[in-house]
């Protein structure tokens, strides 16, 4: 059976140390993704993320994680993840697969839970999976930073992701 992510109750969240004292948090607004299972094993999972779409609250910011020293989106628009392999004990899910930012590919591992199926009130089957990793920005090309003169950098290396996903049978 093939899901289809359910964007109004999915999210893909992200968040990164500023000035290693606060937290800054983002969405992704826009992004498509499709589970295919069989049995209840999953098979496979694509996802694909209009990076354009990215929105932190504040405009000037989202304009310059926009631009060539962050995402690039004039010349890398979106970034996809595909599963290279899924491990399920129970409700307990480890997901591994290659992660495309910035047309550069590296492998990550989501760790979480997953749900379902279960229906709605209207009859309507679903599941969901609430993953969460860490990624290495430089890893990615996403080098720009500035020196604070008290020591440290603007903004961390490390990369906070969450992906809260519903689906439903795909049409």
């Known amino acids: 059976m093939q899901w289809a992510f359910d964007p109004a109750h999915s999210q893909i969240q992200f968040a990164v140390k500023h000035m290693g004292i ?9 992004f498509t993704g499709t589970i295919d299972e069989e049995n209840g094993v999953v098979k496979s999972v694509t996802v694909e993320v209009d990076v354009a779409s990215l929105n932190t609250s ?27 392999s ?3 004990s129970g409700d307990d899910v480890t997901a591994s697969g290659d992660l495309t930012l ?15 199926p279960a229906k709605d009130p209207w009859g309507n089957q679903k599941v969901s999976a609430e993953l969460e990793t860490k990624i290495s920005r430089k890893e990615w090309g996403l080098v720009w930073n500035v ?22 049978p795909a049409a």
């Open 22 to 30: 606060s937290t800054v948090r983002g969405t992704f607004d826009q």
């Open 58 to 84: 504040n405009s000037q910011r989202d304009e310059h994680l926009r631009s060539a020293d962050f995402f690039d989106v004039g010349n890398h628009p979106k970034a996809t993840f595909t599963l290279t």
């Open 86 to 88: 899924f491990d399920r």
């Open 102 to 116: 910035r047309g550069v590919t590296k492998s990550v591992t989501l760790k979480g839970e997953i749900g379902g």
């Open 147 to 168: 020196a604070l003169e008290a020591g440290g950098v603007l903004v961390s290396d490390e990369v906070k992701l969450r992906i809260d996903v519903q689906a439903a």
